[in-house]
């Protein structure tokens, strides 16, 4: 399945430095506002160990990994949803991505321009970008009840007109939210939601990164930094992930030996980029199955909580369609029994049929007939 996360945020507060180091690319990344003019996209790896071990059993020729796309998208400013800016445009391409991250700033630099040239407050940041947002998903509520009422004064079935009804209800509850700016209790109001509606930007999953300074990535210094502890207050350790886009970047272009010196110098005891990336998979619900053979090791993102059925149509639809059975067992399964003969001896092969939930790290071998 796809996976696709947004980099979003206000002027040079480090988006395009920290997506060039999520995917070794080389986005532009300059000391001016709108550096970005078209979304850049790059694919990633998600690091799985389990991946790397199933390897070394198999002895497979290659591994095939989970990977989130991410796009930089350019700096948004006040106003953004009404044009300011470059506007419209980027609001739209938020629209398209699965998680929203939003890149901080917690770092005084007076080098580095600001976009309102005050004091840092990555809070009011936050309440910038979430504002104009519900202002861009006002808009479209709004369009979309001018089609509700045309589309009820045209529809002739009962069934229909109550689902057009439901949704105007809906609706309704959104716009007078969206007013108030109560983003809160509009993400609740979707995520309870079972009426098929249009999607809104506002109500999509998020993620906080702080972008702190060079030598701010120590706990000390973290406990020291009172934008970063404001983040931390308002969102919670969970939520929240420190890095430095620009030693991060720079860490892309050293070799492994050279980067473990210079993050043990910097009190670095593990790489930003990585909590990022594990924490974007978490944040959207995935798990990991696998195939597994001499040719390849392929890791298989999909939504927790779907049938071995489903998860095998990610594989070949003819897998989904022709489905008769799998033989399943779980990766730690065999790492702890150190043999097939031995998992087999402990009972843990499995012949599941459709209905079974696929556990993380299963390992699956599909039986079809088309």
């Not at 532009?28 to 003019?37: D, K, L, Q, R, V």
């Not at 949704?167 to 007078?176: F, G, P, R, T």
């Not at 892309?252 to 974007?280: C, P, S, V, W, Y």
């Not at 070949?316 to 399943?328: R, V």
Request: a negative charge; hydrophobic letters at 40%.
């Amino acid at each position: 399945m796809s996976i696709k996360a947004g980099l979003v945020g206000l002027p040079n507060v480090g988006k395009s430095t920290l997506f060039n180091a999520l995917t070794k690319s080389s986005a532009p990344a300059e000391n001016y506002p709108f550096c970005t003019i078209d979304p850049h996209e790059a694919i990633t790896t998600v690091p799985d160990q389990r991946a790397v071990d199933l390897q070394k059993i198999y002895k497979s020729n290659s591994i095939i990994p989970a990977t989130v796309t991410f796009v930089d998208i350019a700096g948004l400013v006040k106003g953004a949803a009404s044009g300011e800016g470059l506007g419209n445009q980027f609001l739209s391409h938020i629209q398209e991505v699965d998680l929203i991250l939003h890149i901080l700033r917690c770092f005084e630099d007076p080098n580095i321009v600001f976009h309102s040239g005050e004091t840092v407050d990555p809070l009011d940041d936050f309440n910038t970008i979430t504002h104009e947002l519900m202002l861009k998903d006002l808009d479209r509520i709004e369009k979309r009840l001018l089609k509700i009422e045309q589309l009820i004064k045209k529809t002739k079935t009962p069934q229909e007109k109550k689902q057009l009804a439901q949704e105007k209800e809906l609706l309704v509850k959104a716009q007078d939210l969206v007013n108030n700016m109560q983003a809160e209790a509009l993400k609740k109001l979707f995520t309870n939601n079972t009426i098929e509606t249009i999607s809104l930007l506002s109500t999509k999953k998020y993620m906080i990164i702080a972008n702190v300074g060079e030598n701010e990535l120590d706990s000390q210094s973290l406990a020291n930094n009172k934008p970063f502890q404001l983040l931390i207050q308002k969102f919670g350790k969970e939520l929240v992930v420190p890095i430095c886009a620009k030693i991060e970047y720079e860490l892309t272009q050293m070799e492994h030996a050279e980067a473990e010196e210079i993050m043990g110098l910097l009190g670095m005891t593990n790489r930003g980029l990585e909590t990022i990336i594990q924490k974007t998979y978490k944040m959207l619900n995935l798990i990991s199955f696998f195939t597994c053979g001499p040719k390849e090791i392929h890791v298989w993102p999909i939504i927790k909580g779907v049938t071995i059925r489903q998860a095998s149509g990610e594989i070949h639809s003819d897998l989904e369609k022709g489905f008769i059975c799998a033989e399943i067992f779980n990766t730690q399964d065999l790492l702890e029994a150190g043999s097939f003969a031995k998992l087999k001896e402990l009972g843990k092969i499995r012949t599941e049929g459709q209905q079974y939930i696929v556990q993380d790290g299963d390992i699956v071998e599909i039986k079809f007939n088309v």
